[in-house]
T-cell receptor
Framework: AQTVTQSQPEMSVQEAETVTLSCTYDTSENNYYLFWYKQPPSRQMILVIRQEAYKQQNATENRFSVNFQKAAKSFSLKISDSQLGDTAMYFC???????????FGKGTRLSVIA | DVKVTQSSRYLVKRTGEKVFLECVQDMDHENMFWYRQDPGLGLRLIYFSYDVKMKEKGDIPEGYSVSREKKERFSLILESASTNQTSMYLCASSQLRAVYGYTFGSGTRLTVV
């Protein structure tokens, strides 16, 4: 069975600094997809970034980038130039190929401090 | 603007009541999902559906049932609400291919008293 582990329940970062959120996963599949979701206080889950396991290149979306280490089954999220609006719960998730549900980690609560 | 709509943002129900949580999506997505979100436990899958009138149990289906009579609507039913079902309930939809993530509704915070 797939599992996703986020080992940091809470983190904080100063505004304009860089922070890295950790995520490890386990799957027996060779083809799968990894995601980071953001849930601000409004509760609306927003897709931040996705990574396809067969792609070597790390995905980036503006200030958000990932460090995907397939052999180590690690998928960390780096937020550069942190902004107050980045304050949220962040969930790491994985999905095997085919039509299977997402499996989520327990989340990391990130606070950006002015 | 495409979206997933959950009928209630907040709901308070009494123990033993039958509770319906409704979810509607306007993106013609094949898949629909119900998750429960609790502090420290993340999101746990209750039920999902790949097609009309089709349902699959997730990780925590006990005490819940679902209905999908139309492609755009997926209902979660608590047959007899209990206090341990007090939680945040999130509905989501997605296209068939796994490369696509989910589009989420804004959640229903259910309190059972």
């Amino acid at each position: 069975a797939q599992t996703v582990t986020q080992s940091q329940p809470e983190m904080s970062v100063q505004e304009a600094e860089t922070v890295t959120l950790s995520c490890t996963y386990d799957t027996s599949e060779n083809n799968y997809y990894l995601f980071w979701y953001k849930q601000p206080p409004s509760r609306q889950m927003i897709l931040v970034i996705r990574q396809e396991a067969y792609k070597q290149q790390n995905a980036t979306e503006n200030r958000f980038s990932v460090n995907f280490q397939k052999a180590a089954k690690s998928f960390s999220l780096k937020i550069s130039d942190s902004q107050l609006g980045d304050t949220a719960m962040y969930f790491c998730a994985s999905r095997n190929s085919g039509n299977t549900p997402l499996v989520f980690g327990k989340g990391t609560r990130l606070s950006v401090i002015a | 603007d495409v979206k997933v709509t959950q009928s209630s943002r907040y709901l308070v129900k009494r123990t033993g009541e039958k509770v319906f949580l409704e979810c509607v999506q306007d993106m013609d997505h094949e898949n629909m999902f119900w998750y429960r979100q609790d502090p420290g436990l993340g999101l746990r899958l209750i039920y999902f559906s790949y097609d009309v009138k089709m349902k699959e149990k997730g990780d925590i289906p006990e005490g819940y049932s679902v209905s999908r009579e139309k492609k755009e609507r997926f209902s979660l039913i608590l047959e007899s609400a209990s206090t341990n079902q007090t939680s945040m309930y999130l509905c989501a939809s997605s296209q068939l291919r796994a490369v696509y993530g989910y589009t989420f509704g804004s959640g229903t915070r259910l309190t059972v008293v």
